[in-house]
């Protein structure tokens, strides 16, 4: 078997040996051993100076029959140096020479402008996005900072612009928690009253007062009793800036005393609590008033004796803390009794409470003042009764920078120690006085959120903040705790609904932001952005509510002067893209449009057209022509909806449409359209964008008739449409109305043509394929009428003053040709 094997291999062998002398192109090659062994190394170095991807090259592109080396030596002849270098100068009289440059120099000047263009268009977009993410990274930034800022941002709320294949944002469920469910529709109703033009309306802050009644929610409703108390002052007028008025003594020294009378009605209570939880030790008995309530009280907080009280005791009391609780307790007539019972002693401190409690806003008397300084400098300063020196410093504002720690051991203490020894005086103002707005100043920038543990106690920063009358930074620190944001919106709205709300100049401002003309310390909110914070969550979901809270924006301007309620109408139209729901919609028989939501805010300075005029001027921009035709239908601009239609339509006129797709879109609007056209004032339309319109939907119904190869009724429908012609007759004609067509109309000329071509060729071949025999003199006039009309096609294709793509020649051409 092995020999079998190896004779069959050994024939092999020679056989392969006499093919390769038998072949007479490759001569027989016969190397030694050492000439084989050299030839691999030498090729072996070859491989390690040009690598094995060379190699691999070499053997690709030899494959195909190319010469790469070759290849390689021409590629480095060449050179793009002088490409765009200047030309040579040459003699005047080269003519030819001459226009040969300037060609090359037209050429290499244009190339190099578009060069030039191209980049700054880059460069400018690329700035242009990148300026776009870092504002609304910044307005990320500010929403989240804390504290003032004078840095304006942009606040436009421009939602991503959709393509057009994005779905629109249907409104959904509602995203409204019981809480803020309950404040719209107070929000609700007050508007309702607005619209009506009511003008004994309910204030908004009672309103949202009452609402805060059902929550159930202690602090809350102890933040809204102070909104209420301190928004009961002298009426505002609405010209007049909120902060300016703020500064006046008048005003100021209202808001001075709604803030006591806060304190001392909240601590009135407190002692009526602290005496009816003790009746047996407070032995207050029967008698109504101040005085038994502060005698049971001092009872119970002085059970043990204090050190240092002095001047003795009136009814088992000490005096000074009996004088001191009834003040603190709102009741001045209550502390001067208690005087009177302690005897002669007091007369010029009795006195100096007299006028005290004729005109507490007002400091004492020269003669009074004098006196009541002198007795604190010798006496009292000194003195270990706490009480005692409290009293004198709230009367007689006799040291201002005493602290009055030992009586004062709450922030409600502080707060009201220091509104009490606030006085007016006007042109005398001293080093010693005590302003408001160094109280102001005090708590918000030498104490702050930190000195209060605002976020461990939010009620008492609030507070410390409304009763000083800054209720700009107190709204913004609620805005910033999750749980009371909802109430801090709803109270900016309820001190802007009385004028009382400082808002800067600009909207685009932060949330919170210090302008230079103001007073120190106060602050301006932006209540646009702080509403729109809030809104954003449901406007989606519940427009009707987003439309309503926008309506408190209506008296405000955007940068570029537009009303921001409109404004922000406009963003949520493009944001949701319900139109019928916000402008409703026309009935497709009857014609009359039903109201939408935004119908019912209609004022001498709200127009529901108009949004939808900016709406479509947006949509437009976007490139959503066909949102823009429905809302420009919407606004009444027929003009706009039939350029915009034309623009549309000759995009797709040709076209075969599928089910749902843009052709078929329009082809059910272009019915509402051509009934609003019809119902309208067409000579108060461009005659030539009426005649592109009517033409441009006739030729609807051809391309229609002619996918379905109905050519004789397509050729009908195009004679109607009067845009080619169909005889020498009407060339001239013709080619006259297309000089003076628009753009859309032409644009659609090159498919109709084409089209035509096929009809044409169509119906020449159905007459070769009858038989000659039969209506021989009709087949001839039929194909001399083709003729004739390939003819006429191609002399209308190159007299009209447009130039049409090239293929549309080239098939005219063909067809004159196979018309013979």
Known sequence: MADEDFSKLLQQAEQLTTEIEGNEELPRVERSLGQVLEASQELYSRVIQSGANDIQAHLLFGSKGIDLQQISQKLETLSSKRTFEPLQPIADSDIESFLRNERENAILSLIDEVNKNSLQTTEDQKWEHMISEWNREKIKLMNAMIGPSQNWLDLKRTPEPPSIADTPKKFGHSMLDDIETAYARQVH????????????????????AQVAEEFNDSKVKEMWEIIKTMANIPALVRDEDPLKARGNPTIQQCLIAQGKKYLEKRYKQYMTDVVRANPAAAMRGGEPGTYPLVRGFVGLRLQQSVQGLTDGVIDERPLWPMVYYCLRSGDPNAALHCLRKAGRDYEEFIAALEEHIKSPEKPLSDKLQTAINFQYRIQVRNSTDPYKRAVYCIIGCCEVSDEHSEVARTADDYLWLKLSIIKSRPGN??????????????????????????YEKPLVYFQVLT???????????????????????????????????????????????VDTDDPIPLRRLNLARLLLLYVRKFELTDPSDALHYYFFLRNLKDPSGKNLFMCCCTDLALESRDYDLLFGHADAVTGPRTPGLLDQFNTPH??????????????????????????????????????????LLAQVVNSGGGAGGLRERLSILAEHVSRSLRSADATALPAALVEA??????????????????YDAALETLRECELVPLSPSELESRVSAARCARGELLRALPAVLRALCTILLAQRQKLRQQPQVLG?????????????????????????????????????????????
């Open 429 to 454: 103002e001293s080093s010693e006085s005590f302003t408001y707005s160094d109280l102001q100043k005090m708590i918000l920038e030498e104490y702050g959120e930190t000195h209060y543990h605002a």
């Open 776 to 820: 021989a003199p009709t087949n001839n006039k039929q194909v001399e009428w083709l003729r004739t009309q390939a003819e006429v096609l191609n002399t209308f294709a190159g007299n009209i003053a447009y130039r049409m793509p090239g293929d549309t020649y080239s098939q005219l051409a063909q067809m004159q040709i196979l018309m013979h």
């Open 693 to 710: 319109y009517t033409k441009l939907y006739k030729l609807m119904t051809f391309f229609d008739q002619f996918h379905n190869e109905n």
């Open 189 to 208: 109703h007050y508007n309702k009253l607005v619209f009506q033009g009511s003008k004994s309306r309910t204030a908004l802050h009672q309103k949202f």
């Open 606 to 647: 709200i127009d529901t057209k108009v949004v939808a005029l900016n709406v479509a001027e947006q949509l437009v921009n976007k490139g959503l022509f066909e949102d823009a035709i429905t809302v420009y239908d919407i606004a009444g601009n027929l003009e706009k909806v039939l350029e915009l239609f034309c623009i």
């Open 467 to 513: 009763l000083t009358g800054q209720f700009e930074p107190a709204i913004e620190f609620l805005s910033r705790i999750p749980r009371y944001q909802v109430h801090g919106v709803h109270m900016a709205l309820a001190l802007h609904d009385v004028y009382m709300l400082g808002t800067p100049r600009n909207v685009q401002a932060p949330l919170l932001s």
